[in-house]
């Protein structure tokens, strides 16, 4: 099923840059995300949050995480990141150079989250910058979470 590559209306022949599609588990998360706030799977068992959630707990290992979705603060440092020039997949090329960041949030510790950042590819990002959650509008009901750097420290 390729749909979401083929062309958008107004830019003829172009590919469009293809959306999420949940599933049951991450169904959730992207509702969330829609109305622009970010929740992540907490296990019921140890309280841990997990990204994705799996089958298994990865910090108590209970087979029966019954993980729940709920709000974080979307802060977190910057741990890593690249700067994606060359799109890979079709409907990226207008997008290109973007930053990716790997970020630790504050809610716990590893909990890392990989997303864009939308200051844009000359932004001043350094190790340990801070950063917060922001969301990028991509279709009509579905929003990407990414990051934005916090103001000068
Ligand atoms: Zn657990």
Redo the contacts with the bound molecule.
């Keep these: 099923m390729t749909a979401a590559g083929e062309s958008a209306p107004g830019a003829p022949g172009a590919a469009v840059r293809p959306v999420p599609v949940p599933d049951d588990v991450s169904a959730p998360y992207w509702a969330a995300a829609a109305g622009h706030r970010l929740v992540l799977a907490r296990?019921?068992?140890?309280?841990?949050f997990?990204i994705p959630p799996d089958q298994i707990?990865?910090?108590?290992?209970?087979s029966t995480?019954g993980f729940v979705f709920e709000p974080v603060s979307g802060r977190g440092r910057v741990r890593s990141w690249t700067t994606i020039r060359q799109a890979f997949l079709p409907g990226f090329d207008r997008d290109v150079p973007f930053v990716l960041v790997d970020v630790e949030l504050v809610e716990q510790e590893e909990l890392r989250m990989v997303g864009r950042l939308l200051d844009g590819p000359d932004a001043p990002v350094r190790l340990g910058a801070s950063v917060r959650a922001a969301f990028e509008d991509v279709a009509p009901g579905v929003a990407v979470p990414a990051f934005v750097l916090e103001g000068a420290e």
């Design positions: 296990c019921s068992a140890c309280a841990a997990a707990c990865p910090h108590c290992h209970s995480p």
